[in-house]
């Protein structure tokens, strides 16, 4: 069973950064297109940065050109790195293999934007 544990959270200011890891157990890792995901209270999950298992990346609008998602796979990790955060930034962040199945949830980290 694939076991995710997400960390790097905390609050931060407008306008600073946080590095987000995600630990993904298993060998399976390289195999799948990874993502981070945020939810914010009352609202769904939603996903804010893709990688491919060969490094390719997306972006919504809502976060391009401030968060950069990186993988290593030989320590099946992922990155996020956020930049820039601003107050909506603020939310519980997950991360999972972004196929039709995810695997179990972790318990996620707490970004927290706020003056």
């Known amino acids: 069973q694939v076991q995710l544990v997400e960390s790097g959270g905390g609050l931060v200011q407008p306008g600073g950064s946080l590095r987000l890891s995600c630990a993904v157990s298993g060998s399976i890792f390289r195999f799948y297109a990874m993502g981070w995901y945020r939810q914010a209270p009352g609202t769904q999950r939603e996903l804010v940065a893709r990688?491919?298992?060969?490094?390719?990346?997306n972006y919504p609008d809502s976060v391009k050109d401030r968060f950069t998602i990186s993988r290593d796979n030989a320590k099946s990790t992922v990155y996020l790195q956020m930049n820039s955060l601003k107050l909506e930034d603020t939310a519980v962040y997950y991360c999972?293999?972004?196929?039709?199945?995810?695997w179990g949830w972790g318990q996620g980290t707490q970004v927290t934007v706020s003056s």
């Open positions: 999972n293999q972004v196929g039709p199945k995810p």
């Open positions: 990688i491919s298992s060969g490094g390719s990346t």
